[in-house]
């Protein structure tokens, strides 16, 4: 968790940070693939949320929610 530059709190995951001891995957792979496949998918579903919110049948920006890389 940090604060935002707006005095909030938000949070990501602790995979993506320095804080965790690399993912086995990552090791084995020598530098050769910094990312897991799961979490390029999670990023594939994230950017498809972030798409749609925008999107409203009329043109209009709609306003969805999207909360740990899936749409709700």
């Known amino acids: 968790m940090f604060a935002d530059g707006s005095g909030g709190v938000r949070s990501l995951p602790a995979s993506w940070t320095s804080e ?3 993912d086995p995957y990552v090791a084995m792979s020598a530098g050769r693939s910094i990312f ?3 979490d390029l998918v999670d990023l594939v579903e994230l950017v498809r949320c972030l798409e749609l919110r925008g999107q409203g049948e ?3 920006a709609e306003q969805g929610a999207v909360s740990g ?3 709700r």
């Open 58 to 60: 009329d043109g209009e």
């Open 69 to 71: 890389g899936f749409c």
């Open 36 to 38: 897991r496949v799961v």
């Open 20 to 22: 965790m001891a690399p």
